[in-house]
């Protein structure tokens, strides 16, 4: 049997990573700023995290959500009292994908209606509605195409006021969106998404999937807002590798059996996971770090000439440079041994490294990335 083809992937192998760090087959050493899509948060095998993941292992490693897992508890506990959301509730599942499908299922449960409002250049996942969400037809299959969604202009509130009536269940945005290129909502346009949704009784839905867990220099990208949005999803660095995701949700929402489900959600490992993620976060000041590294490495990317834009906070960053990206990420890789990601804008490159980057590895990624667009 053969692997489905549907990856282009370049000819390495990482085999083992530290930090900010990873190593292929051969032994060659690279600087990660993408981290497997922001996944990776608090660094690739921190200790902490890979004693508390390998100790929970050696005990439980799974059971379902019919007997009750008090790490669950303690993770709720942990995400709510970090991310000042300790008033809200928590569903886990697996993934953001199926965070952001759950978000929009639970905002028609509770309005009782069908219709969703999204916006152009979102990605919100893969699973069936969170696609029909997400702005790209080249992976919108027609059964994906149920018409219960709209999509509008990002940051043009006069668009969301003439489609938003009583058939709208909610309202989704990404914190920051980072697929299409790390582009971000206006505070005005937030909290007048959240004032339209209040008035016509839908929910807001912030899909931090991406741009949460620190990565922007605040917990959640929306709190540099100063939004309360009815509904948050998470996923990615929430596990710092482990298949985890969340949705977070307002006390005003009411659940009952049979409203949500899953079979993985909450396991035992991915608790665990969850667990020392947060603890590194907290004890090592990642969050203060990414606001600060991501400064930095604006400001440094800011004095290159060559470089049309630089988009983002804290340390998810898009640079968008006059040439197509796609050669300088792939010597940036071979040559320079350094990981950067892609976006939907040709000429960006994404920047989405661990959130324990430090000034001395932002001086040799801009170095690098400035002797190659001088070349």
Known sequence: MELFDVYPRYDIEPIKGEGCYVWD??????????????????????????????????????????????????LADKLGELSGYSSYNLFLCNSGAEATENAMKLASFHTGRKKIIAFDKGFHGRTSLALEATDNPKILAKVNQNGNVKRLPLNDLKSVEKELDETVAGVIVEGIQGIAGVYEPTSEFLNGLKKLCESNGSLLIVDEVQSGYGRSGKFFAHQHYGVTPDIITTGKGMGN????????????????????????????????????????????????????????????????????????????????????????????LFEHHIFTGSSDNPNTVRLLPPLCLSNNQVDQAVGAINKLIKS
């Not at 902490?48 to 669950?72: C, D, P, T, W």
């Not at 995701?245 to 490992?269: D, Q, Y």
């Not at 990642?286 to 800011?302: C, H, P, V």
């Open 241 to 332: 590798g482990f298949p985890i995701g969340g949705v977070l949700i307002s006390p005003e929402i009411k659940a009952w059996f049979g409203m949500l489900g899953t079979t993985f959600g909450g396991n035992h490992l991915a608790c665990a996971a969850g667990l020392a993620t947060l603890e590194v976060l907290e004890k090592e000041n990642l969050i203060d770090n990414a606001k600060q590294t991501g400064e930095y490495l604006i400001s440094s990317l800011n004095e290159i000439e060559e470089v049309v834009e630089v988009r983002g906070k804290g340390l998810m960053i898009g640079v968008e440079l006059e040439i197509p990206s796609k050669e300088v990420r792939r010597q940036l």
């Open 25 to 74: 087959t051969t032994g060659t050493k690279y600087l990660d700023l993408y981290c497997g899509h922001a996944v990776v948060s608090v660094g690739h095998s921190h200790p902490h995290y890979v004693s508390k993941v390998a100790e929970q292992l050696s005990k439980l490693g799974f059971y379902s959500n019919s007997v009750r897992i008090s790490m669950q508890e303690e």
